[in-house]
């Protein structure tokens, strides 16, 4: 199989005949010639082709070879690179005649990502621009790094996960007396910055809003808390409010009647949130007497019952009035100076 032979001088006693095998196939046993002997036979051991092997190839630095048709002549060995490499050179070897793998033997090398990109307001620093390598980025004073600061140069000679960049970072907004604030978004461009006041204090110039421009400065006029004023209370009618603590918020008026006069709900409003005097809001009421004391033997006519009012006594035929005839409710919600009596008269 897969050779031939040669014959000396025809099939005659001595002849020979000498086998060759076919291209990428050799003798197995290095015996190529047969001898016709006496016995009308030929003499030694049948040679056999076998195809030539030419073994494992050398090994791939980052690689192997695939060798799906073996390892015998005509076979072709194709080099694969591991992830991250790819082939210089020519992918292919075939094993030869010679038993020889024959063609250019490759190198796996990394695959390069070329230079990591350079943007605006940043600095990058990178340990190489091959597969496995990686970059550093940092933002200059003022800018705020958006995205990954550490990429790395992957198998399809990409930077990844992405490339970051740094924009304007405004830094903490102001802090305000009696407020505070809350941002949208952190402290980068376009981000607002929305104050509050406390409860008893409001924003001076209604404005409450400031925004971080390209230039890392909050934009806007700075906001400020000042306390609410409730200014001056009502009017108590027949009385006034004393203002120990001022108009502002948290402030307490107390009223206090003139003379004669009282309260008859709470005294007490408190300057609210709202900028109101929160409370109950009474008026001084004139102190009450009761009806003046009837007397024995006597009857008494009054105008009324309260403050300044006065009650006239009188007494029947045969009694004159022992005391005072006109009473007058006084600020204490008394009669006075006194209820008088009626006593008899004898003749």
């Known amino acids: ?106 190198d796996c090398t990394p695959v390069d990502c070329g230079s990591a990109q350079n943007i605006e307001n940043e600095n990058v620093t990178s340990t190489g621009t091959t597969f496995g390598h990686t970059a550093t980025y940092n933002c200059v004073s003022g800018f705020e790094l958006v995205g990954p600061n550490l990429l790395t140069c992957n198998a399809s000679s990409e930077w990844e996960p992405y490339e970051p960049n740094c924009v304007a970072d405004c830094g903490p907004p102001t802090q305000i007396m009696n407020g505070s604030y809350t941002l949208s978004q952190g402290t980068t461009l376009s981000s607002t910055s929305t104050y509050q006041c406390q409860a008893g204090f409001q924003l001076a110039n209604w404005n409450s809003t400031l925004i971080c421009d390209e230039n890392s400065q909050w934009i806007g006029s700075q906001p400020e808390c000042e306390i609410i004023e409730c200014g001056q209370p009502p009017n108590v009618k027949n009385g006034s409010f004393s203002l120990s603590s001022g108009t502002q918020y948290g402030s307490i008026a107390t009223a206090s009647c003139v003379e004669g006069y009282e309260i008859h709900e709470t005294a007490n409003i408190m300057c609210g949130d709202n900028g109101n005097w929160n409370g109950s809001l009474s008026d001084c009421a004139p102190v009450d007497c009761g009806s003046a004391q009837n007397i024995l033997n006597g009857h008494v006519a009054s105008t009324g019952t309260t403050f300044g009012y006065t009650a006239t006594y009188y007494c029947i035929t045969g009694f004159v009035l022992a005391g005072p005839n006109l009473v007058k409710c006084n600020a204490s919600a008394e009669w006075e100076p006194y209820v008088p009596s009626c006593q008899g008269t004898y003749q």
Not at 32 to 58: A, D, F, V, Y
């Open 1 to 106: 199989m897969n050779g031939s032979y040669t014959l000396s001088q025809g099939t005659t006693l001595h002849s020979t005949a000498t086998y060759q095998c076919q291209a990428g196939f050799q003798l197995a046993n290095g015996n190529s010639n047969l001898t016709c002997g006496s016995s009308s036979q030929w003499i030694g051991t049948q040679p056999e082709c076998e195809i030539i092997e030419c073994g494992q190839p050398s090994d791939v630095k980052n690689g192997s070879y695939n060798l799906s048709s073996g390892t015998h002549y005509g076979s072709i060995g194709t080099s694969t690179c591991v992830a991250g490499y790819e082939i210089h050179g020519t992918a292919n070897i075939m094993c030869d005649i010679n038993g020889d793998w024959n063609g250019s033997f490759p």
